[in-house]
């Protein structure tokens, strides 16, 4: 193994600007093999600008790169993977329909007189695969059938077999909780043993304390300090990536009104695999419900079926006393939004403007004479700017060029021009910095406290606790229990989402 005092790969004084946005100021990083070296930072702080840089996606303003001490630039992918450098997205990019096999070779394929050499493809891919804890996987298998888990794993082995000796992960937890939690860590550890540089940046603060070896905070485009992560605890990083300190306190709650706003009766969501128990559910105005309950327990499920995005097996749904037939449109226009957990596919047109995005799901808003008004879209990405606090350069900016958190503030601000009566948030804060979700989580409560019935999903725990009066349980594709009160406890969720044992008080 290299080692690791000397660094495989450096970056000195990065500048990057775009129109109206420094990027990247005079940014400097190192990447010694064998250590896991925490990015961190707020969205729009310059992690994605700096690791697009690195991987050969864009071409720095000024500064440089050093590859083993020696200077090198990279003008596109093509030359940075050649060199080692590696990038697993949160974004995954396996192609479903391929194999994993043709998923792990793809762009490095072994030949032989012209044709594909499948048995030497073969042995790669199972050691690849045996790396990253999947050694018992058919490399014949569709990527289509495997989980997101096991997809990310497909994509790291992906990089092992390019030789990386970089690998930047890029969110690589956002999708996965429990045993894939701690399968990827091991696979993260495993990778510096084997002396990888691996360059890891999450969102998770305790994420980054436990694994890291170093730790880079950035805010605004600048390095604020970087150092062995033994210097770091989590307020330290917090307080260096938003320079204050955060009130990391939920804030308070409004008391719920009399009036039922969402009334769920007998709903049994359409599945192919199994039927859960039918649902009641009633949400009253000002309340916000949380959905708890491990990955596939049907938390998602749930929520689109009442945005009616997924049939209804049995059972109605009535918002303000007036029944909603099934179907999106139908749900829409009676006062349901669904805020998606992928906002990037579900949520946004990313190549439009920042202006247009804000406005698709309320376009009669911006119309004139039947067209639509540029000027309007305009003024109303300007209101929900000031509202939200959306950090963008000007309505034309493109919505692709955003950070995540945001782009959640835009998919938002699309729906809340709607004026809904229930607002169904899944995932609302997943790839959100702790700035931004702050910022969520008092936007959360003042729609509340305006009349807003709000029901919320999320796969962190202390999240659901913080923000809901009362939080129901997810297992097995259906509700199994309802916690209020003292009840709503971290253990007591776990219980009733494992079924391991009876609520405690």
């Not at 420094?22 to 969205?43: I, K, M, Q, T």
């Not at 500064?63 to 001490?69: C, Q, R, S, T, W």
């Not at 997809?151 to 992906?158: H, K, W």
């Not at 990405?381 to 919505?399: D, K, N, V």
């Amino acid at each position: 193994m290299a080692s690791s005092t000397t660094a495989v790969l450096q970056a000195r004084g990065l500048t990057k600007s775009f129109p109206g946005v420094r990027a990247l100021d005079r940014a400097d990083l190192s990447c010694r093999p064998g250590r896991v070296h925490a990015l961190v930072g707020e969205n729009g702080a310059g992690k994605s600008t700096l690791v697009r840089i690195l991987t050969g996606n864009q071409v720095p303003d000024e500064g440089e790169l050093l590859l083993d001490g020696e200077p090198v630039r990279f003008t596109d992918p093509r030359q940075a993977m050649a060199a080692g450098i590696s990038a697993v997205y949160q974004e995954l990019t396996v192609l479903p329909a391929m194999s994993v096999a043709d998923n792990v070779m793809l762009g490095q394929e072994r030949t032989a007189r012209g044709l594909l050499d499948r048995p030497a493809q073969d042995r790669e891919v199972r050691a690849a695969l045996a790396r990253v804890g999947l050694g018992d996987l058919d490399p014949r298998t569709r990527a289509e059938d495997l989980s997101l888990a096991n997809q990310q794993m497909v994509e790291i082995a992906r990089a092992l077999v390019r030789k990386s000796r970089v690998i930047v992960l890029d969110e690589p937890s956002a999708v996965l909780s429990g045993d894939k939690l701690e399968a990827l860590f091991g696979v993260v550890r495993g990778l510096a043993a084997d002396g990888v540089a691996v360059v890891y940046i999450s969102h998770l603060l305790e994420e980054v304390t436990d694994l890291a070896d170093d730790v880079t905070v950035l805010r605004d485009g600048r390095v604020v300090s970087t150092g062995p992560a033994s210097d770091y605890d989590v307020p330290r990083i917090i307080r260096e990536m938003v320079g204050r300190d955060v009130d990391a306190v939920f804030p308070p709650l409004p008391e719920p009104g009399a009036e039922t706003v969402l009334r769920v009766r007998g709903l049994v969501p359409v599945s192919s695999s199994r039927t859960p128990a039918p649902l009641d559910l009633d949400v009253r105005a000002g309340e916000v419900v949380g959905v708890a309950g491990m990955v596939g327990s049907g938390r998602s499920r749930l929520l689109r079926t009442i945005a009616g995005e997924h049939r209804r097996a049995a059972g109605t749904v009535e918002v303000a006393g007036r029944p909603v037939p099934t179907g999106t449109r139908r749900a829409i226009a009676a006062g349901v939004a669904l805020v998606p957990e992928e906002r990037k596919t579900d949520g946004l047109v990313l190549p439009l403007p920042v202006r247009a995005n804000t406005t698709l799901a309320a376009l009669g808003q911006v119309l004139r004479g039947g067209f639509l008004s540029a000027r309007r879209e305009r003024a109303v990405f300007e209101e929900e700017q000031a509202r939200l606090g959306i950090r963008a350069s000007g309505p034309e900016q493109g919505t692709w060029q955003l950070s995540g958190g945001n782009q959640q503030k835009i998919v938002l601000a699309k729906w809340l021009r709607r004026g809904p009566r229930v607002l169904l948030l899944d995932e609302p804060t997943r790839g959100v910095d702790v700035g931004a979700k702050a910022e969520i989580y008092r936007l959360i409560a003042g729609l509340a406290a305006e009349g807003m019935a709000v029901v919320v999903v999320s796969s962190d725990l202390p999240e659901v606790l913080g923000l809901s009066h009362r939080v129901l349980v997810c297992r097995a594709g259906g509700v199994v229990g309802e916690l209020a009160g003292e009840d709503v406890t971290e253990e007591n969720v776990m219980h009733l989402a494992l079924d391991t044992a009876g609520v405690t008080r």
